[in-house]
């Protein structure tokens, strides 16, 4: 018989003030259901008898492997290909002219930030989109990182397979030059596309090992789950890796109006850095 866990008031506080401090992530009273439910299947596979057992574990020494669970298990991870696709059609149009501008026929550089990049497909639009502007990169110092808190969907993007249903926003013409049907029916993104792309996975609060300069920063739908000030502080170190007229792409329902002034509105929901 299924045990059914009960979550406690100090239980539910215990792990939010866990999920904040180690992550940035406000698990409101609304999250409650939703953490019973996720951390509900750990404590099944962990065999333990209630939540204030599991609350020891995560306090322990012992608990650091949990603890990697535990934020593994309190993301989502709800992401497609070509999302709030007039970002991409904005970075064809005007941000890549702009950086290929004054390289001319030269070889130039540029980098991209996909930063929460969950399953993927984020990252993987981006470098489809590099590819149309410009076809052949091998005279480009091209490169997109792509990096997320949940160790697991890095694991996944890494490898580029997605099931058929996951393809469906990618443009016809995109997914005949750009995606190969594997052999057990899944679909994988060619190894043009995957080769500009480095996944790793990355906790926004921690210290970066990357220095930069970035030209373009994509940071959508990751700052909803933070509070103000941690906000202010992850856009202002956003700020400070970007080239001094770089762009930042945030989520639709995002926005930096009274969060920090180190960046100017060019768009919707696309912002520059000010000097």
């Not at 792990?15 to 406000?26: D, F, P, S």
Request: aromatic residues 10%.
């Amino acid at each position: 018989m299924q045990q059914d866990y009960v979550l406690q008031d100090g239980d539910f506080r215990k792990i939010a003030n866990l999920v904040m401090e180690k992550t940035g992530i406000v698990l409101s009273e609304k999250k409650r259901a939703f953490i019973h439910g996720r951390l509900g299947r750990r404590l099944r596979i962990l065999g333990l008898e209630d939540f204030s057992q599991y609350c020891r574990l995560l306090e322990s020494r012992a608990g650091e492997d949990e603890r990697h669970m535990l934020i593994n298990a309190v993301t989502t991870n709800h992401t497609s290909f070509f999302r709030e696709e007039h970002h991409f059609d904005y970075l064809t149009k005007t941000v890549l002219p702009t950086i290929a501008a004054p390289y001319g026929n030269k070889p130039g550089r540029l980098r991209i930030w996909s930063a929460g990049c969950s399953t993927g497909e984020e990252p993987h639009t981006l470098a489809m989109m590099l590819r149309e502007f410009r076809p052949s990169l091998a005279d480009w110092d091209a490169k997109i990182l792509a990096t997320d808190l949940d160790t697991n969907v890095v694991s996944h993007a890494a490898t580029g397979l997605y099931d058929a249903d996951r393809l469906e926003t990618i443009p016809a013409a995109y997914r005949k030059r750009y995606v190969t049907v594997e052999d057990d029916g899944r679909f994988r993104i060619n190894d043009e596309v995957r080769s500009l792309i480095s996944f790793a996975p990355l906790n926004l609060l921690e210290k970066w090992p990357m220095s930069g300069p970035f030209d373009v920063i994509f940071c959508r739908n990751v700052v909803i789950y933070f509070d103000k000030p941690t906000q202010r502080t992850l856009f202002d170190r956003y700020a400070e890796l970007l080239r001094p007229d770089g762009w930042l792409f945030i989520g639709h329902s995002e926005s930096l109006l009274n969060v920090t002034n180190r960046f100017s509105l060019v768009g919707r929901t696309i912002y520059r850095r000010t000097s």
